[in-house]
């Protein structure tokens, strides 16, 4: 069966330090890869999604970026992060059945 | 205007009850239909989907979808407490992306 992994699930991180969070899918190969943020009590927001290796589209522009090295890793990083990047991101894939699965998240407090 | 429009709640109701929750979107292209429960500080679940307009029924659950009226529905019957979470519609252009639009989630609360 499928599975998501994404770490960590929390940090806490200062202003202008660096980040990376990861994200990695088994049981499937070539999955569509997303990358969602949550603030506080709202809906979700897409930042990227990557239909394929090295295939990375941005949706909102921002501190971030996102990279996907292997087929089923995908990654989030930022070079300096703003207090703004706080929230809680959240990766997901698609299967097949064209159904979109999500992660557990990571909780990002900047500081 | 957001794409896609979403009660946010709270919505507070007895167990038991049949709960309904709704949403409505602007673009007439989105062809594929999700809701999602999320509890608090988890990844959003995926509960029901469904590409076309009418009903479908999982359980205690029904989706329904009105294309015409670009408006969609959750119904919950039989509402349990640990029903009480934030529900989230979202939807897709079907497209090479099969991107998500979401809504802003309406969190419901099932009194025991």
């Known amino acids: 069966s499928q599975t998501i992994h994404q770490w960590p699930a929390t940090l806490v991180q200062p202003v202008g330090s660096p980040l990376s969070l990861e994200c990695t899918v088994e049981?499937?190969?070539?999955?569509?890869l997303y990358w969602y943020r949550q603030a506080a009590g709202r809906g979700l927001q897409l930042l990227f999604y990557?239909?394929?290796?090295?295939?990375i589209s941005s949706e909102v522009p921002q501190n971030l970026s996102a990279s996907r090295p292997q087929d089923r890793q995908f990654i989030l990083s930022s070079k300096k992060l703003l207090l703004s990047d706080s929230g809680f991101y959240l990766c997901?894939?698609?299967?097949?059945?064209?159904?979109?699965?999500f992660g557990e998240g990571s909780w990002l407090t900047v500081v | 205007q957001k794409e896609v429009e979403q009660d946010p709640g709270p919505l507070s109701v007895p167990e038991g009850a049949i709960v309904s929750l709704n949403c409505t979107y602007s673009?007439?292209?989105?062809?594929?239909f999700m809701w999602y429960r999320q509890y608090s500080r988890k990844g959003p679940e995926l509960l029901m989907y469904t590409y076309s307009s009418g009903n479908k029924e999982d359980g205690r659950f029904t989706a329904q979808v009105d294309k015409s009226s670009k408006y969609i529905s959750l119904f919950i019957r039989d509402s349990q407490p640990s029903d009480s979470a934030t529900y989230l519609c979202?939807?897709?252009?079907?497209?090479?992306?099969?991107?998500?639009?979401f809504g802003s989630g309406t969190r419901l609360l099932v009194r025991p």
């Open positions: 997901a894939w698609k299967s097949s059945g064209n159904t979109i699965y």
């Open positions: 049981g499937t190969s070539n999955p569509n």
């Open positions: 979202a939807m897709s252009l079907m497209d090479s992306s099969y991107k998500l639009i």
């Open positions: 990557s239909v394929g290796i090295g295939q």
């Open positions: 673009n007439s292209a989105f062809q594929y």
